[in-house]
């Protein structure tokens, strides 16, 4: 892949995009522009369509970054009378926990290790525990770790138990499978600049046709109204406020890349290519993993720290930027450690060359990787 001088952003989203997706964002387009509206239209049918949700869902689009869709779904979803259950095994779950405190709805939250997927059996007992329980708020794949939580047993169980599901499936749409026809799942909330390959800037949430036709006037927020925004779009074919116009181009063009690549499968193929190269050549330098391989997404992965005084995240990571990669720093409460995603328009050669840039580095700063006695820190 030709991608100039720029570096590789081995973090995920932003990240690294095709030079077609950049080349996408060269022109203007007017928001009441008929062929602007065209591509809205036609990024609506083709996500919904990547999870198999033609028959009984709707996407809504919306400006912002991801962070805005999750926090709208939730305004729009969950009345303010109901109570959402949060497993909670990272940043991005806890961050679903600070959105309900600030939309005042009631939250119990299932706490978890950082290293643990949620399984089906406690979130029945935290159910049981609590009746007052209307929604589950799950995120697919907590991107703070790499960890993957099994999504296809929550939709049952939410199912059986007629619970609203709303999935934060950021990081994990398009590349991991996810079909809505087997049912139990409310919303999932995505955004463009993950797993797609877009650019930053918008977000989009699917939606049960049946579940937001009953939420009008619910939302706390005008701007992230889910309701307001799709009646405007079905009535005029525009986004109510100004749209991310380039984003949004460059989406499309990120889309029939995707298409083109062989969809969500060639994606989450070529994305576990990078991953297990990743993971090998890490390992060959003495870097070890933080999840276990089962729980191990293969779209981000946590390393652990190497155990040696001369380690400075911040001289490691200009280290290996001035190098031509770009790393992403730790994000978890319970162990030091940095980031390398394996995601965008990347294959097996820039994963091969990363990690010799990372070995070259190491070698240079003179760290010693061993690994560590402990695996996790005692949480507090
Ligand atoms: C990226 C991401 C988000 C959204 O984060 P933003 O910074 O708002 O884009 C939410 N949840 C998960 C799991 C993510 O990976």
Redesign the pocket.
Known sequence: MILGNDPILLT??PLTTSPTTREAMLRDWGSWDGAFNQITQSLCTDLVDIVHGQKDYVCVPLQ?????A?EAALGTLVPRDGCVLVPNNGA?CA?IVRILQRLAIACVELPLREDEPVTATALEQALAREPRITHVAQ?????SAGLLNPLDDIAALCKRHRKGLIV?A??SFGALPIDLRTGGIDAL?S?S??CLEGV?GM?FVIVKRSVLDACEGRSPSLALDLYDQHAYLKKTAQWRFTPPTHVAAALRSALDRFVAEGGQRARGARYARNCATLIDGMHALGFRTFLRAEAQAPVIVTFHAPDDPKWNFADFYAAVREAGYVLYPGKLTQADTFRVGCIGAIDVNEMHNAVAAIGRTVERLGIAVQPRTTRVKASA
């Not at 912002?64 to 805005?68: A, D, I, K, R, V």
């Not at 995120?139 to 991107?143: A, K, P």
């Open positions: 995920p989203g912002g970054s991801g962070t805005f999750v991005y961050r995120v697919h794949l907590e991107t934060d950021m990081s909330v955004a600049g993950k930053p977000g």
